[in-house]
């Protein structure tokens, strides 16, 4: 049962990932975000973990023929302290913010977010609530789409795959990667990744949880928008 339902979640994921990219306009955006561990030893016996929240983001850029395509970029947030660095919703508001201040989400009016439904970091109120307010502060629509926390449906997936072959890569050479500036400094000392950008951070802004949304039963919803004009928030079961 669990096999047939992974099968159809995956395939109503990829329908709807078509369906946006079919209307996508080049002032929108998708984002598909989800969380990568990178293992390192800590001292005798102590093993530790550097965090790292990846977010891939899909839209149209010019290419040089003068032509518009969408493409994935993709943006590792990094960071290896264990008291800020946790799964959680506060390093996903962090993260969104960050991609704010980067300049990323510059000129986008609409956006369209791709996550599992991990009540930890994604569907829970703290992050509806978050969402909320940073819809109507940045002007910009959201949809968010959360579908059922199964591994390997997300562009992140692969990423995550590939950061992590270099990470062990690394490993086997000696590298000290205790840190998550050290894992930055050694994946720019060997060229980086295509279209990737990590940043490094010594600890996660973890700020006071937003309130301002009344709902309940949350779990039970898949499809969350944000409206950036009037600030309402509105969900429903259905993908």
């Known amino acids: 049962l669990s ?34 561990g990178y293992e390192y030893e800590a001292g005798k016996c102590k093993t530790k973990f550097i965090n790292d929240l990846v977010v891939g983001v899909e839209q149209y850029y010019m ?24 799964n959680d919703s506060g390093f996903v508001q962090f993260a969104i913010r960050q991609l704010r201040e980067q300049g990323v989400l510059e000129g986008i009016s609409k956006i369209y977010v791709f996550s599992d439904n991990a009540g930890k970091h994604f569907k829970n109120k703290s992050t509806v609530c978050f969402m909320k307010v940073f819809a109507c502060e940045s002007n910009i629509d959201i949809e968010w789409i959360m579908y059922a926390a199964n591994h ?21 050479a000696g590298k000290k990667l205790g840190t998550a500036q050290r894992m930055k400094d050694a994946f720019d000392a060997t060229g ?33 928008s944000f409206d950036s004009k009037t600030g309402v928030v509105s969900c429903r079961e259905a993908y």
Request: charged content about 35%; some cysteine; glycine content about 8%.
């Open 63 to 86: 290419q040089e023929d003068g032509t518009w395509k969408i493409e994935m970029r993709f943006h590792d947030l990094m960071c290896s302290d264990p008291k800020s660095a946790k």
């Open 152 to 172: 390997g449906m997300s562009p992140c997936d692969g990423h995550g795959g590939v950061m992590s072959q270099k990470h062990e890569k690394y490993k086997k």
């Open 3 to 36: 096999v047939l339902l992974h099968k159809k979640i995956k395939e109503l994921q990829r329908a709807r990932k078509g369906e946006v990219r079919d209307i996508l306009k080049r002032n929108e955006a998708i984002l598909h975000k989800d969380f990568v």
């Open 192 to 224: 980086g990744i295509k279209d990737t950008t990590i940043t490094a951070f010594n600890h996660i802004d973890r700020r006071d949880t937003i309130t301002g949304v009344k709902i309940t039963n949350i779990q039970r919803y898949h499809y969350f």
